[in-house]
Antibody, heavy 118, light 108 residues
């Protein structure tokens, strides 16, 4: 079964740091670009970041650039998001998502909740 | 920054046709994708590359494009189609992924 499972979401204070993980299974992980997408409570989807199949290319939304770092470990079939200098507006459910050859997000995880609060 | 614009809400009665639009300047150049999200669940792809339907998605879901606007059409809407629908594309350079603000489909 093709599956993505996120973990690492917790409650953290403003200015704090957090590392999210996403474990992939059921497909050839290192063939695909991977993304993080977030959804604030009651709000829409917001793209956060992407990383190419080999980690050689990354991109970030302006709202997180300079604070978040995406990475991957193809030996462990895992995707990561290092989140620094967290702000209240970073509070959201964070999804990892796989890109299909059609360039659509064809597989999503169940999400992990990050709450930034004092 | 680049934006995709969707209507906040669309309401239809069962059996009618729902049309959800998405507008963006780069849409003539970049493919559009549509996702359905039901309450408490992850999004599900319903249309890719503007008009293509993934396997397992009912035929009543279709997509069309016209200039800077793309449209998701749901023919013969059923109660189970209720949820939020998001369009997704990229900016002109193809560097940044963008989602529309989402449209809440209510089946009356």
């Amino acid at each position: 079964e093709v599956q993505l499972v996120e973990s690492g979401g917790v409650v953290v204070q403003p200015g704090g740091s957090l590392r999210l993980s996403c474990a992939a299974s059921g497909f050839t992980y290192d063939d695909y670009t991977m993304h993080w997408v977030r959804q604030a409570p009651g709000k829409g989807l917001e793209w956060v970041s992407l990383i190419s199949w080999d980690g050689g290319s990354t991109s970030y939304a302006d709202s997180v650039k300079g604070r978040f770092t995406i990475s991957r470990d193809n030996r462990k079939n895992s995707l990561y998001l290092q989140m620094n200098s967290l702000r209240i507006e970073d509070t959201a459910l964070y999804y990892c998502a796989k890109i299909a050859t059609s360039s659509a997000f064809d597989i999503w995880g169940q999400g992990t909740m990050v709450t930034v609060s004092s | 920054s680049y934006e995709l614009t969707q209507p906040p809400s669309v309401s239809v009665s069962p059996g009618q046709t729902a049309r959800i639009t998405c507008s963006g300047d780069a849409l003539p150049k970049q493919y559009a994708y549509w996702y359905q999200q039901k309450s408490g669940q992850a999004p599900v792809l319903v249309i890719y590359k503007g008009t293509e339907r993934p396997s397992g998605i009912p035929e009543r879901f279709s997509g069309s494009t016209s200039g800077t606007t793309v449209t998701l059409t749901i023919s013969g809407v059923q109660a189970e189609d209720e949820g939020d629908y998001y369009c997704q594309s990229a900016d002109n350079s193809g560097t940044y992924v963008v989602f529309g603000g989402g449209t809440k489909l209510t089946v009356l």
